[in-house]
């Protein structure tokens, strides 16, 4: 018998690659998955609640839709959680995390342009009173395939 | 400080409709029956247009991927590594095109080094529901390209504070939320 959790997954494996670009692509999803419309966006709607759907959307070729780097601080522990919630607060970190290293705080800045972008890195460099190491991207290796789930 | 670079052949997006799309794009695609007409509606788009766009995007390569985004956290793939490798210049392109092929490694990069506090130019991202599997995944998978003798790292993720789509479109909208 087949599960939320398996339909789930189908839908999710189905749709991170080749996504219906025609005016109802919920709907030939659907058609696919031999379901109706409503199930489909019903199921969506839900995972995007919970936090495993981030959202329908675009992954974009590096570099051609607006300028991102990779940053990180090194913080000290009893600062972490206060440093940590000065990046999240620019609108312009879209992903913040702690790794286990003396450099503990990972980012990445995107910005609609270069020069927002090294404003951005210069705000939280001085915020932080501690310098932020910029990693930009030279060159990329990998073709975003999306994520299988099992 | 490291001078910045635009990641090689690549241009920018300057289509003044096509940046509006994306910006309008950031929140998600409408969960609704026709959704690229509702997404035209707030731009003053029609569905056609969008559509239109969507699809020249996506073939040009400037779209490389049109569809859901997983958060792999939520989706019990929560040991999550980035693997830093210092490579030789001349051998970095090649390392990297092998790598990204490895199974379980979802984005490879090189990067600028931040010399001297940071010696490392190859990454490799490594998602797993397991920290001492992806660990393991990862020191066989360097020993079979010829890279553990080189001077890496992996470093997991240990608690995540933000994520987010990009703030990617016009700069109008990028006030401080």
């Known amino acids: 018998m087949q599960t939320a959790y398996d339909f789930d997954t189908r839908l999710l494996n189905l749709s991170q690659h080749d996504f219906p670009l025609t005016p109802r692509p919920y709907a030939a999803l659907a058609a696919r998955l031999g379901v109706t419309e409503r199930v489909v966006l019903d199921a969506f709607r839900l995972m995007r609640e919970e936090g495993l759907l981030s959202r329908i959307g675009a992954v974009y070729r590096p570099g051609s839709v607006g300028a991102s780097c990779l940053a990180a601080l090194k913080v000290p522990e009893d600062r972490l959680e206060a440093v940590a919630a000065m990046v999240s607060g620019f609108a312009e970190v879209n992903h913040n995390y702690r790794r286990d290293h003396a450099w503990n705080l990972w980012f990445v800045v995107t910005a609609p342009s270069v020069a927002r972008r090294d404003a951005v890195l210069l705000l939280i460099e001085e915020e932080a009173g501690l310098p932020v190491l910029r990693l930009p991207m030279v060159e990329d290796y990998h073709l975003d395939l999306g994520f299988a789930l099992s | 400080m490291t001078e910045i670079t635009a990641p090689?052949?690549?241009?920018?997006?300057?289509?003044?409709?096509?940046?509006?799309?994306?910006?309008?794009?950031?929140?998600?695609?409408?969960?609704?029956?026709?959704?690229?007409?509702?997404?035209?509606?707030?731009?003053?788009?029609?569905?056609?247009?969008?559509?239109?766009?969507?699809?020249?995007?996506?073939?040009?390569?400037?779209?490389?991927?049109?569809?859901?985004?997983?958060?792999?956290?939520?989706?019990?793939?929560?040991?999550?590594?980035?693997?830093?490798?210092?490579?030789?210049?001349?051998?970095?392109?090649?390392?990297?095109?092998?790598?990204?092929?490895?199974?379980?490694?979802?984005?490879?990069?090189?990067?600028?080094?931040?010399?001297?506090?940071?010696?490392?130019?190859?990454?490799?991202?490594?998602?797993?529901?397991?920290?001492?599997?992806?660990?393991?995944?990862?020191?066989?998978?360097?020993?079979?390209?010829?890279?553990?003798?080189?001077?890496?790292?992996?470093?997991?993720?240990?608690?995540?504070?933000?994520?987010?789509?990009?703030?990617?479109?016009?700069?109008?909208?990028?006030?401080?939320?």
């Not at chain 2, 990067?111 to 920290?131: I, K, Q, S, T």
């Open chain 2, 8 to 177: 090689r052949d690549t241009a920018p997006l300057t289509d003044p409709r096509d940046l509006a799309l994306v910006a309008e794009l950031r929140g998600g695609l409408p969960l609704t029956s026709r959704p690229y007409a509702d997404l035209g509606a707030r731009l003053g788009m029609s569905e056609a247009e969008v559509l239109g766009r969507l699809k020249a995007l996506t073939e040009g390569g400037v779209i490389r991927r049109f569809g859901a985004i997983v958060r792999h956290h939520e989706a019990g793939y929560t040991a999550n590594a980035m693997v830093v490798i210092d490579v030789p210049d001349d051998r970095v392109a090649a390392a990297g095109r092998l790598l990204a092929l490895e199974e379980g490694v979802t984005l490879c990069y090189r990067r600028v080094r931040a010399l001297p506090d940071w010696p490392y130019n190859l990454y490799a991202m490594v998602h797993g529901r397991d920290r001492a599997v992806v660990q393991a995944a990862v020191e066989d998978m360097l020993r079979r390209q010829g890279l553990a003798g080189l001077p890496h790292a992996v470093l997991f993720s240990t608690r995540r504070f933000k994520q987010t789509g990009g703030r990617y479109g016009r700069p109008q909208q990028e006030a401080r939320a």
